[in-house]
């Protein structure tokens, strides 16, 4: 096959489908000189609120702001503990700390997800909340730490940043704990042109909250009943997300089929078993933000690839408790042996709604052409 260059992500594509409709939107905006908050913000968060079947969806500055204001509005803080995944992206568990909570790891399951069994075992007297993140796009096991944190009074968080459409025994990633956190980072399966977030609840006193602290903690100006942020969603952004939202459905199933056809096509090619390929488990829709493979052999297939052209991806290569900031929290390597597997040994592959049949095909081969490689040392 002749040489291509296959990227990790192309947004130019996806803009190339919703150009007219953003740029209306973004006109719309400019012409009415109303950047902060206001109607568009409170029509895309309806939409939203719709979509997800929850009683509220507040608009806010990125996903890493959501995960702070989740935590602000249940008032962790210094002696608090914060139980989290070893294994996300470093905003999960830089939220607990720059509140001067503690952060609790524990290790993932075979999803790269909580492993359920673990948290129950974290929960202390000190635990203020639960931190699941739906990692690549696939829910964690949410029944039984649902469960395990109901019986001892402490709510959970969803950090659905890599999962909005993902369900869980049909109900949406968001609506499953007591506060969700999304983020609309432009490589997201919901982009904007720029930092955006949103945090989605049905508890109204939190949800209310949450509100206060995105403005400073103020409902009437100059009067603040909380210390807050300026946590606010452009309405730039929310013009731009809510022109793209009638496409995301579309795109969803897009990259569900693309990920089935990379698996089909991977199985066809009679690939080693040196490298294993992504899993959905039964009653969870994947979104798959990310189609991530797992080999020993990850560094040298990740050469191999570049090699040839095909961009790929590490995420994440330290995982959280080894990161250096969180030093002075005592967690050495061993500690969550299948997250620290899990830095060592995945690749994210190219993965968007718009990749083509031959780029796939060109990455299959790739990678198969490495696994017959590698199978033979
Ligand atoms: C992207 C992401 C975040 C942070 O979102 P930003 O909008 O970039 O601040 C948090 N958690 C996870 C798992 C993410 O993937």
């Known amino acids: 096959m002749e040489h291509m260059r296959v990227p990790l992500v192309d947004l130019t594509r996806q803009y190339a489908q919703v150009r007219p409709e953003v740029l209306e939107a973004i006109v719309r ?23 997800l079947g929850v009683n509220a969806a507040i608009g806010v500055s990125s996903g890493s702001d959501a995960l702070l204001l989740a935590l602000m509005a249940l008032e962790a803080g210094p002696g608090d503990e914060v139980i989290t995944t070893a294994f996300s992206f470093f905003a999960t568990a830089g939220a607990i700390a720059r509140l001067g909570a503690r952060p609790v790891f524990v290790d993932v399951d075979d999803s790269y997800n909580l492993d359920p069994a673990a948290v129950g075992a974290a929960i202390t007297r000190r635990t203020r909340a639960i931190i699941a993140v739906h990692l690549f796009g696939l829910c964690a096991d949410m029944d039984p730490i649902l469960a395990a944190a109901r019986a001892a ?4 968080i969803e950090d659905a940043a890599q999962a909005i459409d993902a369900t869980y025994a049909g109900r949406p990633a968001g609506r499953l704990g007591d506060i969700g956190c999304f983020s609309f980072f432009p490589s997201k399966n919901l982009g904007a042109f720029g930092d955006a977030g949103l945090v989605t609840t049905d508890d109204p006193a939190l949800a ?12 009437t100006k100059y009067h603040h009943q909380l210390v807050g942020g300026n946590f606010r969603l452009d309405a730039l952004q929310a013009a731009v997300l809510h022109a793209k939202l009638p496409y995301l459905s579309a795109w969803t199933s897009r990259r569900r ?7 089909r096509l991977f199985e066809a090619s009679g690939l080693s078993s040196a490298i294993a390929l992504p899993v959905e488990p039964c009653r969870r829709r994947h979104v798959y933000h990310q189609y991530v493979v797992r080999t020993d052999q990850r560094d040298a297939l990740r050469a191999h690839l570049a090699a040839r052209g095909v961009e790929t991806a590490v995420y994440y290569p330290v995982p959280l408790h080894l990161q ?24 994210a592959l190219p993965m968007y ?3 083509t049949d031959n780029e796939q095909e060109y990455v299959v081969d790739a990678v198969a052409h490495f696994s017959t490689e590698c199978a033979t040392l």
């Open 29 to 51: 905006v400019c012409d009415r000189q109303q950047f902060i908050l206001g109607a568009e913000v409170e029509q895309f968060e309806q939409a939203l609120s719709a979509r």
């Open 153 to 156: 009074g402490v709510p959970v």
């Open 208 to 219: 209310r909250r949450i509100r206060l602290l995105r403005t400073h903690g103020a409902e």
């Open 257 to 263: 089929e693309r990920a089935q056809r990379y698996t």
């Open 324 to 347: 250096e900031c969180f030093a002075p929290l005592g967690y050495g390597p061993g500690d969550f042996p299948r997250a620290e597997d899990a830095a060592r040994t995945t690749l």
């Open 353 to 355: 709604p718009e990749l």
